[in-house]
């Protein structure tokens, strides 16, 4: 992040602001996405992300804390946008179709639905920790320091996030298990 | 599937999705951007009135009535035996009957302990030195303002250093909230020039109840608000104004944010 667009930006400079929209729009729209697992509703978080941190800009003291700063203002966003909907909608990912052929597609998919249908009954917490853990890299001291979140509260909710996940993907592999050795039969 | 195997998984997982925003959205963001005022300490007071409170008032209405008595009583004819009708007034009558009503005689002299300047005000005024936000007696929001309270006026100032990187003129058209089509105050390069200790500076007389003049030595920027519903608060804010000595280099220089 260029610090001076930031402090530029801080002062009041839309211009330098609207340069630091563009760049960071992409990178806060996957980790909404990613929370979220809707286009439309990831894409009006970043939007409300981006007003309020320009709007809230003035009062950050460390300009080096800008990318923590607006991914706690993102987090936020998305906790309310989830709360918006009281539904949790599964986007479905289209395959590529001319993209490289995986040697095994098929467990790819299951993983990927096993994934997604555990990942749709996490509280968004618990959503927000594991993106920005397994997505982000953040450390689980990171995620507290930027959340304002104590550790355990951190530590807690990825673990219950991995153990959903871990549950949902062993719970696909006892079915597909079953499914294959039906087929063999 | 081990810990290892999993969080490979997840990351793989997570990686797979759209990346990219639609320029749509990006632009409907920048475009609300756009009419978003930034939230700023108020560090100095928004353009509004700040009321004058009922013993002000009461005071205000005491000189008006003693105004147009003494205007009265020194300028209608009187009689030849001096108590009425007919004669006219001696040259001492005709100065006791325009007395400068509410214009203050500033012989005291404050010094702001954090904004870097010094002000003649009245005896019978007061002044509330500037004190950092890290004071708890400080009003959330106020940090940073000397107030001075007059008998039918208040007065409030304060300084913040202009970032390089920002215009002068734009950076005070935002910290005093102008938006183009505003009938209070002006685009400040274009108000009305007056002088401040030597420097030239803006004045706005355009909101009810208040003038402010606004003056930048070096990137310092001052901003000086009279409070006022008085006939006379440009003569008051004047004399005011006339007895200001910038002094930036003495200012504590916590800048607005």
Not at chain 1, 134 to 140: A, D, E, I, T
Not at chain 2, 84 to 95: D, K
Not at chain 2, 147 to 162: C, D, I, M, Q
Request: glycine fraction near 6%; proline fraction near 7%.
């Amino acid at each position: 992040m260029d610090l001076a667009l930031v402090e530029a930006a801080r002062s009041g400079d839309e211009e330098a602001f609207a340069s630091i929209a563009r760049g960071s729009a992409d990178r806060l729209f996957v980790v909404a996405h990613r929370i979220l697992r809707d286009v439309a509703r990831a894409e009006d978080a970043v939007q409300q992300t981006l007003v309020t941190a320009w709007r809230e800009l003035p009062a950050l003291r460390d300009i080096e804390r800008f990318e923590a700063w607006i991914h706690r203002i993102l987090v936020n966003v998305c906790y309310t946008e989830a709360k918006r909907a009281s539904t949790w909608s599964a986007n479905v990912v289209a395959l590529p179709v001319d993209g490289p052929a995986t040697p095994d597609s098929t467990t790819t998919i299951v993983i990927r639905d096993a994934l997604d249908r555990g990942f749709g009954r996490l509280p968004t917490e618990q959503r927000a920790a594991f993106v920005l853990h397994h997505h982000l890299g953040w450390s689980v001291r990171e995620i507290s320091e930027n959340l304002g979140v104590p550790t355990e509260t951190i530590r807690s909710r990825l673990r219950y996030a991995t153990s959903t996940l871990r549950a949902a993907l062993e719970a696909d592999a006892r079915t597909t298990g079953t499914t294959s050795r039906e087929r063999m039969a | 599937m081990n810990e290892n195997e999993f969080a490979r998984t997840a990351r793989a997982w997570l990686d797979d999705g759209p990346t990219r925003m639609s320029d749509r959205a990006v632009l409907s963001a920048l475009e609300e951007i756009h009419v978003t005022h930034q939230r700023r300490r108020p560090w100095w007071p928004a353009r509004r009135a700040t009321p004058v409170n009922i013993y002000a008032r009461a005071a205000i209405a005491a000189i008006v009535v003693v105004s147009v008595g003494l205007v009265a009583i020194n300028v209608l004819p009187r009689g030849s035996d001096g108590s009425g009708v007919g004669g006219q007034p001696t040259a001492s009558q005709l100065a006791s009957a325009s007395p400068a009503v509410g214009i203050p005689e500033l012989t005291q002299t404050f010094v702001s302990p954090m904004n870097g300047f010094s002000i003649g005000y009245a005896d019978d005024a007061t002044f509330d030195p500037a004190k950092p936000a890290s004071d708890p007696s400080v009003e959330e929001g106020f940090a940073g303002i000397d107030f001075l309270s007059g008998p039918t006026y208040s007065l409030r100032a304060a300084s913040a250093e202009v970032p390089e990187a920002t215009s002068i003129d734009a950076w005070f058209d935002r910290e005093t909230g102008f938006k183009p089509g505003d009938p209070c105050g002006g685009p400040h390069g274009e108000l009305p020039e007056i002088t401040i200790d030597g420097r030239s500076a803006r004045i706005s007389t355009d909101c009810p109840g208040q003038i402010e003049a606004t003056v930048a030595v070096g990137r310092r920027a001052y901003r000086f608000t009279l409070y006022s519903e008085a006939s006379d608060a440009r003569a008051i804010f004047d004399a005011y104004a006339s007895t200001i000595d910038l002094r930036p280099e003495e200012a504590a220089s916590p800048p607005p944010s």
